[in-house]
């Protein structure tokens, strides 16, 4: 059985959708893309996409690579003022000489609509989920609610650790009572941790990690990230064989990224009613 | 072997006795205690008391059970606005009608030295410890330093899923590259996960929950909490046995309790240098 995303993500949408018109205006996202990176200038299309799709208005602002870091505050600090947007991200990775930290952190905990500010973190991480959970791991939450997978005692193992995925599910997990563990690419046999596990969630970026025999028939296996190689697409787990066992997982069609794009557009509608 | 909390405090506090002489003034450290509870009461004596020896003004403000939240909120913001306080924690726990989550974020995070503000928490988890890391996981940290254990790549068992204990020393050890598994009240077998654990932190408050066969010879345990029954102290770990199998765990004498007011005290001082 495959999970299809894209489905999940159009309930989502249907359901925006009577939001927004509820609230009676159109919310605002802004987005900033900073140099000439393709798979962003890809993800930022997407986000247009869909912004337009369910009605929200999408302000891009484009600056070349060369931009200083304190030209890019400058414009953080103009959407952070600026009445008319609701809520804005800054599309990752910047250049080098960019400190992501200090723009992440100088965006208002409440326009933070990606939800990477440490304050909304922070609240991920202690449970108060009522603001803004980061788009991926929000979406994989809502993955398990539409399976109705009760999480409870439920043995998780998430592969990965960044600050993007691997930490905010783990932490939205525990609070839901599982029990999680963290591997990363220093954690020795990472299939002494899957064998064992109803769920896993694979956030590593590393081509076939997980193979078939690293998994149980009944385990639910959430592949979130993929690796391009030559122009071909790789994902951390054996997806093909897999799906023949039965294992159910989430590459495409309708992997998780469609899921992010609409956990986005749900963001910025609770900042644009919670204004 | 027994770790002795209380001497490596001690060399905290020779540390931070260095740092406050560069400093030139003596920080400044407010509390608010609200309410009768004599083990909050025998908290904040120890806090004063270790205050005053390592030379923190020390600002005890306490208020009857009766308090409003709205007039706690008051004093709360007379500490955020007072310039010669450098730093302040309010005693948990508070009285049920007082909505701990409502004060804590109220506190300034600039002056947060427990660090239990979202915006604390979520740079510990984000691998930002350049401000306020909770008082206990960071003494536990400590002990780890003490002993040249390198956890990347080391199986870490955190028993107990608090957002003081739990949580964010589950966060710290993800950031040093251990795989980290988070066992709570409802994991079904969590001698499972003790018995292949290269360290186990216990922060559990259940007396006797890991017993001597829950864990090999060399694993590390850090039993952190303890449960009054009757007047008697009862430890997560059975302390007495495993103790004479030549595990290292850390409770009474030196447990990590000095740990964690060496570590709140450093925090002041944090507090203070940075303003």
Not at 133 to 141: F, L, S, Y
Not at 186 to 205: E, L, M, N
Not at 255 to 272: D, F, I, Q, R, S
């Amino acid at each position: 059985m495959i999970i299809n995303g894209r489905k999940i993500a159009d309930t989502i949408y249907g359901d925006l959708k009577i939001e927004i018109k509820k609230l009676g205006k159109k919310p605002t996202l802004g987005a900033i893309l900073v140099g000439d990176n393709a798979a962003s200038a890809t993800y930022i299309k997407q986000k247009q996409k869909w912004a337009d799709f369910v009605g929200i208005n999408f302000i891009l602002k484009k600056f070349p690579e060369s931009i200083s870091e304190a030209d890019l505050l400058k414009e953080i600090h103009d959407f952070n003022d600026d009445r008319n947007v609701d809520g804005f991200i800054v599309q990752l990775p910047l250049p080098k000489h960019i400190r992501s930290k200090k723009i992440i952190g100088a965006i208002s905990p409440l326009k933070d609509v990606d939800g990477f500010h440490p304050e909304n973190q922070g609240k991920v991480m202690i449970g108060d989920t009522s603001w803004f959970v980061p788009c991926t791991p929000a979406g994989i939450m809502r993955i398990f609610e539409k399976l109705n997978v009760d999480l409870s005692g439920k043995n998780v193992v998430v592969i990965g650790r960044s600050n993007i995925v691997g930490k905010p599910i783990a932490n939205l997990l525990i609070n839901a009572w599982a029990t999680v563990t963290v591997c990363n690419s220093k954690t020795k046999k990472i299939d002494a941790f899957t064998r064992k596990a109803d769920v896993v969630v694979s956030a590593a970026g590393s081509p076939g990690l997980i193979k078939l025999s690293d998994i149980n028939v009944n385990t639910l296996v959430i592949d979130v990230w993929f690796t391009i190689v030559d122009g071909k697409t790789y994902w951390d787990t054996d997806f093909n064989n897999m799906n023949l066992w039965g294992v159910m997982v989430t590459p495409v069609p309708g992997w998780v990224g469609p899921l992010t794009v609409a956990m986005l557009m749900k963001n910025t509608v609770t900042a644009c009613s919670r204004k």
